[in-house]
C-alpha cells in the first residue's frame, strides 16, 4: 500500500463513495465540492436522500458502485453499521481506502467484516464541520500507509482541522473532548444565558451575548499564540468583577475543574463501553 499513490486527482479519476448523507455527510459532501472534486466523481448511497442531495447536480445518486473507486467514505449511523457493511464486500479486495467517520465503530469490526488487507482510516469529526470549524482525529489500520493517511487527511480537512492519533486507544478520549465537546460548549452558552437572565436582562438579549462570548472566545483562544490559562489571566483585574466569579467556577471541589473531569470521564467511559 505505500508504494499506492493515492491524493486527489486519484480521487476524481477513480471516484468517491459516500455511504451515508446526513449532517456529517453532508457537510463532508459540500466541503468536497466546495474544495474542487467534480460532481461527477461523487457516488452517493443513502435510502432517504434529502433534497439538497437530489439538487445536486452531477453526483450520482443510489447508482451502481464502481468497480475500483479510489475512496469509500462510511457515514452511516452507529446502528447501520453491520447492514450497511456486506454491501461494500466487492470492493474490499483493491486498493481502495475506506474512511470510516461512524461513532463508536472500531477499526476491528470493519477487518472483521470486510477482511485484514482493506486500508482503512478512522475519523472523529465534530459537528462543527457543518460550518467548515470542525476537527478531526484520524488513525489508521495497518495497511493504511502515509498516501493514505494524507488522503483522509485531505478529505476531512474540508470540515475543518485534522490531528493523527497515536494509537485506536486514544479516540474514546478524543470523543468525550471534541466529538461530545460541542455540546459542552452549547450548555455553556444556554446556562450563561440563563444566568444574565436571571441578573436582569432579557432572555433574547442574554442569549446574544452568551453566543457571541463563548464563540468570540473560542475564536481568540484558536487565533493567539498565549495559551487559554494566560488569556485568562488577561482578562482577570485583581479583585474585580471576573476575579469573582472565577473564584466560583475555578473552586477545585465543585467548580469547572472537577466537573469538566467528571464530564469528560464519563463521556469516555460510555464511548469505551459502546465500542466494546
Given at each position: 500500500?505505500?508504494?499506492?499513490?493515492?491524493?486527489?486527482?486519484?480521487?476524481?479519476?477513480?471516484?468517491?463513495?459516500?455511504?451515508?448523507?446526513?449532517?456529517?455527510?453532508?457537510?463532508?459532501?459540500?466541503?468536497?465540492?466546495?474544495?474542487?472534486?467534480?460532481?461527477?466523481?461523487?457516488?452517493?448511497?443513502?435510502?432517504?436522500?434529502?433534497?439538497?442531495?437530489?439538487?445536486?447536480?452531477?453526483?450520482?445518486?443510489?447508482?451502481?458502485?464502481?468497480?475500483?473507486?479510489?475512496?469509500?467514505?462510511?457515514?452511516?449511523?452507529?446502528?447501520?453499521?453491520?447492514?450497511?457493511?456486506?454491501?461494500?464486500?466487492?470492493?474490499?479486495?483493491?486498493?481502495?481506502?475506506?474512511?470510516?467517520?461512524?461513532?463508536?465503530?472500531?477499526?476491528?469490526?470493519?477487518?472483521?467484516?470486510?477482511?485484514?488487507?482493506?486500508?482503512?482510516?478512522?475519523?472523529?469529526?465534530?459537528?462543527?464541520a457543518a460550518v467548515g470549524r470542525g476537527i478531526t482525529a484520524l488513525i489508521g489500520n495497518a495497511r493504511a500507509?502515509?498516501?493514505?493517511?494524507?488522503?483522509?487527511?485531505?478529505?476531512?480537512?474540508?470540515?475543518?482541522?485534522?490531528?493523527?492519533?497515536?494509537?485506536?486507544?486514544?479516540?474514546?478520549?478524543?470523543?468525550?473532548?471534541?466529538?461530545?465537546?460541542?455540546?459542552?460548549?452549547?450548555?455553556?452558552?444556554?446556562?450563561?444565558?440563563?444566568?444574565?437572565?436571571?441578573?436582569?436582562?432579557?432572555?433574547?438579549?442574554?442569549?446574544?451575548?452568551?453566543?457571541?462570548?463563548?464563540?468570540?472566545?473560542?475564536?481568540?483562544?484558536?487565533?493567539?499564540?498565549?495559551?487559554?490559562?494566560?488569556?485568562?489571566?488577561?482578562?482577570?483585574?485583581?479583585?474585580?468583577?471576573?476575579?469573582?466569579?472565577?473564584?466560583?467556577?475555578?473552586?477545585?471541589?465543585?467548580?469547572?475543574?472537577?466537573?469538566?473531569?467528571?464530564?469528560?470521564?464519563?463521556?469516555?467511559?460510555?464511548?469505551?463501553?459502546?465500542?466494546?
Open positions: 500500500m505505500e508504494g499506492v499513490v493515492m491524493d486527489m486527482s486519484e480521487v476524481s479519476r477513480r471516484g468517491l463513495v459516500l455511504l451515508g448523507c446526513g449532517k456529517m455527510g453532508g457537510a463532508m459532501l459540500a466541503g468536497w465540492l466546495r474544495s474542487g472534486l467534480a460532481p461527477g466523481a461523487v457516488r452517493v448511497m443513502d435510502p432517504h436522500p434529502s433534497d439538497w442531495l437530489r439538487g445536486l447536480d452531477g453526483v450520482k445518486l443510489n447508482a451502481d458502485l464502481p468497480r475500483a473507486p479510489a475512496v469509500v467514505v462510511i457515514a452511516v449511523k452507529p446502528q447501520a453499521i453491520e447492514t450497511a457493511l456486506p454491501s461494500l464486500l466487492p470492493l474490499a479486495g483493491g486498493d481502495t481506502l475506506f474512511l470510516s467517520v461512524v461513532a463508536g465503530t472500531r477499526i476491528a469490526l470493519y477487518e472483521e467484516r470486510l477482511g485484514e488487507q482493506i486500508a482503512l482510516v478512522r475519523a472523529m469529526p465534530n459537528t462543527p500507509g502515509e498516501p493514505q493517511m494524507r488522503l483522509a487527511e485531505t478529505l476531512m480537512s474540508a470540515v475543518g482541522q485534522t490531528v493523527r492519533l497515536e494509537n485506536e486507544e486514544q479516540m474514546d478520549a478524543v470523543t468525550a473532548v471534541s466529538g461530545s465537546g460541542p455540546a459542552y460548549a452549547f450548555h455553556l452558552i444556554e446556562t450563561l444565558a440563563a444566568a444574565g437572565q436571571a441578573e436582569g436582562l432579557p432572555h433574547a438579549l442574554a442569549l446574544r451575548l452568551a453566543r457571541a462570548t463563548v464563540a468570540g472566545a473560542g475564536a481568540l483562544a484558536e487565533a493567539s499564540h498565549e495559551d487559554p490559562a494566560q488569556l485568562r489571566v488577561n482578562v482577570t483585574s485583581p479583585g474585580g468583577t471576573t476575579a469573582a466569579a472565577l473564584e466560583v467556577l475555578m473552586d477545585e471541589e465543585c467548580g469547572f475543574p472537577a466537573l469538566v473531569r467528571r464530564a469528560v470521564a464519563a463521556a469516555a467511559r460510555r464511548s469505551r463501553e459502546l465500542g466494546a
